[in-house]
T-cell receptor
């Protein structure tokens, strides 16, 4: 079956530091890949997505590249801000499962001033 | 504004009681979902519905029930058969035309605590 594995958290960084959150996946077909973000006390919001190999998703300074050869979709940001503190979820969806997403465990990010 | 509304935001229940969580959307989306979130476990799918009057079990459906009588509503009942119901419950919806894209729109969640 499908699965998503994220790097263990929590992650604590200082403002303006470089961020990487690792995500690898297992899928039977050709999934679409997503990063969702959850701010404290809220539901999840889509941050970025990529639908095929070598696609790069980007939004709000965050980027992730769909790497089929390494089955990875690592999230990066060059300079984090305090407002980026949240939980980040990697997820995948396959056409055969409709919009049924498989989520990773989530990674808590805290950015200190 | 269009969106998904979940209620109540916080709910306390005694053991042995059923409780129903409300989810309403005005996005005109065909598909709706219920996820459960536990610390360190990410989100797990309870039930989903791709069309009115039809729904399917997700990965952890035992002890839960749903209905989809209207396009905009997808209530979740946590029954007394659910062994560990204390959790954060998230409802989501998705558009169906042009094929599913995997983009879900989430409500703000309902936190259920069993005393």
């Amino acid at each position: 079956g499908n699965s998503v594995t994220q790097m263990e958290g929590p992650v604590t960084l200082s403002e303006e530091a470089f961020l990487t959150i690792n995500c690898t996946y297992t899928a039977t077909g050709y999934p679409s890949l997503f990063w969702y973000v959850q701010y404290p006390g809220e539901g999840l919001q889509l941050l970025l997505k990529a639908t095929k190999a070598d696609d790069k998703g980007s939004n709000k300074g965050f980027e992730a590249t769909y790497r089929k050869e390494t089955t990875s979709f690592h999230l990066e940001k060059g300079s984090v801000q305090v407002s980026d503190s949240a939980v980040y979820f990697c997820a995948l969806s396959e056409e055969t499962s409709g919009s049924r997403l498989t989520f990773g465990e989530g990674t808590q990010l805290t950015v200190n001033p | 504004d269009g969106g998904i509304t979940q209620s109540p935001k916080y709910l306390f229940r005694k053991e042995g009681q059923n409780v129903t969580l409300s989810c309403e959307q005005n996005l005109n989306h065909d598909a709706m979902y219920w996820y459960r979130q536990d610390p360190g476990q990410g989100l797990r799918l309870i039930y989903y519905s791709q069309i009115v009057n039809d729904f399917q079990k997700g990965d952890i459906a035992e002890g839960y029930s749903v209905s989809r009588e209207k396009k905009e509503s997808f209530p979740l009942t946590v029954t007394s058969a659910q062994k560990n119901p204390t959790a954060f419950y998230l409802c989501a919806s998705a558009q169906r035309d042009r094929g599913y894209t995997g983009e879900l729109f989430f409500g703000e969640g309902s936190r259920l605590t069993v005393l």
